[in-house]
């Protein structure tokens, strides 16, 4: 914002305002929920040397209202938090929205981990942390983020207010929870949907049987990769115009799956 400024000669003082509006308005949105002033005050203060976009709560409760009116690009996300922890956050935000949550705790315990990214964290970090680590955690997880928007510039928002992804004639609309094909509901199970929905999320990825099962049924998930290949049989015969012949999850030899859209 400096240098274009130096580039202009003179700016006017509505010169400098519109500038600042432009890059307030184009800088990725960073909400960070932390209860202790100091480590708030630092990461808010680290990041928005980086030229994010930085807003902070204290509390839960506060984080849930902010996230929802703010609809962020990533949210830094503490565990430990007065009125409702980190975990519960995670887990109702996740169910609202694919915003990636960094989560922070100043434990090291493995089941924090597991449970952390089982209700929907997409990186996790333990304090006490250098913000050198943190700042490469966030460019990564907002690098993603691009690029899977990049991959689903075909999201739409419906007329009622709803965050649709669509693919041809298969939409998924993740405020309802619900997949329609030509423009019809299909009756998919819960983990149907769950599976359709990561798919999309990595649209032209190739994608192991271990790697799914992992992030769609979780980490303590007692059964074997069969289990990915049933449920993708099922998918094809709701979402394939011919399962034998599938062109929209296309099977990669000796790797797993890919979403073709």
Do not use: C
């Amino acid at each position: 914002m400096i240098g274009y400024l130096q580039g202009v000669i003179n700016p006017t003082l509505t010169e400098y305002f519109f500038v600042v509006v432009y890059f307030l308005t184009m800088a990725e949105k960073i909400l960070i929920v932390e209860d202790e002033p100091s480590l708030q005050e630092t990461l808010a203060y680290s990041l928005r040397k980086e030229g994010y976009n930085v807003e902070t709560v204290g509390d839960g409760r506060a984080a849930l209202d902010s996230a929802r009116q703010l609809k962020p690009d990533l949210i830094v996300l503490d565990i430990m938090l007065p009125e409702m922890d980190g975990f519960e956050v995670a887990r109702i935000l996740r169910k609202e929205m694919t915003t990636a949550i960094l989560m922070l705790t100043a434990r090291d315990d493995e089941i924090d981990r597991v449970v952390g990214l089982e209700v929907g964290a997409d990186d996790y970090l333990t304090k006490p942390f250098s913000m050198r680590e943190l700042l490469a955690r966030v460019k990564a997880q907002l690098r993603r983020t691009r690029l899977l928007r990049e991959e689903m510039g075909n999201r739409e928002a419906s007329p009622g207010g709803h965050e649709i992804l669509k693919f041809d004639n298969l939409a998924i609309n993740l405020t309802r929870h619900e997949v329609l094909l030509n423009a019809e509901p299909l009756q998919l199970k819960p983990k149907e949907y769950e599976l359709l929905l990561f798919f999309a999320e990595h649209k032209s990825q190739m994608l192991s049987r271990e790697f799914i099962l992992e992030r769609v049924w979780g980490w303590d998930f007692i059964g074997d990769s069969r289990t990915v290949d049933v449920h993708i049989r099922w998918l094809r015969q709701k979402i394939e115009v011919d399962a034998a012949t599938p062109l929209r999850i296309v099977t990669v030899r000796g790797g797993g799956y890919r979403f073709e859209g």
